[in-house]
């Protein structure tokens, strides 16, 4: 049996682009989320089996509202809303990336007083996560 070695990592060095636009800056919490439908079957001999669908992903995006930046991440999300959009997500530097195509939600607009006002869209994928090759890490 092959030992497999684990690079654990902090998330410190990731990117997200949205075709041609870099919106990294903006980002503080990125995730691609697996669901799928389950369901158990008990036979009468007693054996269970077990069974899971298709996995349907959803992006989860967290991000500082900016209102003063032409283009900014908040402005275009609103523009975008209902349209799909080819985004990049490398988790870090150097790294496995993923290239999604998710259907755009508008964000929340405002927050609490005197706090960083930020909003969290939960975007639905077009089909599966799609594997990029890792690139050298900036130097």
């Not at 503080?28 to 389950?38: I, R, S």
């Not at 809303?81 to 755009?104: A, M, N, S």
């Not at 077009?126 to 890792?134: A, L, S």
Request: hydrophobic share 35%; net charge negative.
């Amino acid at each position: 049996m092959t030992t497999v070695p684990n690079a654990a990592y902090i998330g410190a060095k990731g990117t997200l682009l949205c075709e041609a636009d870099n919106y990294t800056a903006a980002v503080t919490a990125f995730t691609l989320t697996p669901t799928a439908d389950k369901a158990s079957v008990t036979d009468i001999g007693g054996g269970v089996q077990q069974f899971a669908g298709t996995a349907a992903w959803v992006a989860g995006m967290t991000y500082n509202q900016d209102w003063t930046t032409v283009n900014s991440l908040s402005q275009k999300l609103i523009e975008w809303h209902g349209q799909r959009k080819t985004f990049t997500y490398t988790p870090e530097d150097g790294g496995l990336g993923w290239t999604i195509t998710v259907v755009c939600e508008a964000g929340v607009i405002g927050g609490p007083s005197k706090a960083v006002h930020q909003a969290t869209v939960n975007l639905g994928v077009i089909d599966q996560p799609e594997p990029v090759p890792p690139t050298p890490p900036a130097e």
